[in-house]
Structures are given as structure tokens and as C-alpha cells.
């Protein structure tokens, strides 16, 4: 749902042309069929760009051409992120560079990312900060409460993860292993987590489509 978001939003803005981005060999080899197929149905020319085995994300963006997509879609963890954005500002070459939600939003504010590189953050949960969610109050309180640290996206996605998973575990009457479980969780119904929806279905696996986008400006801003 992130990538078909992300790729969406693209489309509405009149983009064309855009590079896939991707942290190692084993996430283009375990992605790249998917997201390209995403890209052909949204009509999208899309190139793909992966590290080989003794290359870090720096040295993608110091080999990415001239002429490359001006949107990139990165495929990675945080700190890959940063690394790569990093050498993209040193280029100075100024890209789009849009990420998925396993990227933790306070992390490429505090390392920096550069001036010439904005970044375009997809979540799949409210705002932690902002939100008036019943549900995202709660975890304020609790994190205010239990734990030294800010509200983020990741915890957040953590907390909700959690209230869902609790009651399904709380009504097995059987004794908890891996099948007993697995079985549990193949008859779960649709759940209001504090005015956010969790629901599965047997064609479904994905619990939610809520996707949301930040944007990271290069002066370390957060808009929207």
C-alpha cells in the first residue's frame, strides 16, 4: 500500500520517469518484481538502482547519473537513507527522494540529509505528535508516563500493533504455541483501536491501507 501511495502521488503530479532506489542486493531481489509491476500498472518508466556486494548506499548516489529520474523511490532502513542522501547534497545533484514507512523520521533530522535533497516520508500511522486519535492520546500518555523518549511514527505503529494483537491472545483458550496461535489470527475480525481501524479478511493481509506523507525539507522542516 506504501509503494502503490507513494507511486499514486507521482502519477497525479504528472511524473513519468522515476529511479528505484534500493539499500542491498537481497531487497532488489525480494522487491524489485513487485514494485516494478506497481510502476507498469500506474504507466511509469521506472530504472532500478542496487548496491553491489561492496558498495554502501554512498556510492550509489555518487555513481547516479546526470540524467537521472528527478523522484527516487528508496527502498531501506534509516541510516541507509541518510548515508545516501547525504552524498546526493554533496553532489549537489538535487533529487526527490521518497521513503516508506521503516524509516524513523527523527533520525535523518538529527544526522542531516543536506540542502539540496527534500525528502518525501511515507507513514501508515497518524501523526504521533499531533493527532487527536483517542488511540494516539493514549500512547502519548503512556509514553510520557513509561519512557524518555519522543513520540514516532515507529513506536506508534509498535503500540497499535500491540492493543491489536493483546485481545486476540487474551481469548485463546488453548495452551499458546506457534499453530495455536497462527490459528487464532486466521479467524480475526476487524477491530476500532481508538478511532483507528484494524480489520483482516481471508483475501486480505493487510490489516490497514492508511498511508500518509511528510516532507522533510533540507533545512530539516517537517511539512504536513
Keep these: ?85 547525504q552524498a546526493l547534497s554533496a553532489r549537489k545533484l538535487q533529487r526527490y527522494v521518497v521513503s516508506l514507512a521503516d524509516i524513523d523520521v527523527a533520525t535523518p533530522v538529527q544526522l542531516g540529509v543536506g540542502r539540496a535533497v527534500p525528502l518525501i516520508l511515507t507513514q501508515v500511522v497518524p501523526n504521533p505528535q499531533s493527532s487527536a486519535l483517542p488511540a494516539v492520546r493514549d500512547y502519548r500518555a503512556s509514553l510520557k508516563a513509561q519512557f524518555d523518549e519522543k513520540p514516532s511514527q515507529i513506536s506508534l505503529a509498535g503500540c497499535l500493533a500491540a492493543r491489536y494483537v493483546l485481545p486476540v491472545l487474551a481469548r485463546m483458550e488453548r495452551p499458546p504455541t506457534r499453530e495455536t496461535v497462527l490459528t487464532e489470527f486466521e479467524r480475526r475480525t476487524g477491530e476500532d483501536i481508538g478511532g483507528f481501524h484494524i480489520g483482516f479478511s481471508a483475501s486480505q493481509r493487510r490489516g490497514s491501507t492508511y498511508v500518509t506523507q511528510t516532507l522533510l525539507t533540507g533545512d530539516g522542516r517537517l511539512v504536513g
Design 1 to 85: 500500500m506504501q509503494i502503490r501511495f507513494a507511486m499514486k502521488s507521482l502519477e497525479s503530479l504528472g511524473i513519468v520517469d522515476i529511479g528505484l532506489v534500493y539499500s542491498s542486493e537481497r531487497e532488489f531481489s525480494a522487491l524489485h518484481l513487485g514494485v516494478e509491476a506497481a510502476a507498469q500498472a500506474l504507466k511509469l518508466r521506472a530504472t532500478p538502482y542496487a548496491p553491489q556486494r561492496t558498495e554502501d548506499l554512498a556510492s550509489i548516489a555518487n555513481r547516479l547519473p546526470g540524467n537521472s529520474p528527478a523522484v527516487l523511490l528508496f527502498l531501506g532502513g534509516t541510516i541507509e537513507l541518510s548515508q545516501f542522501a
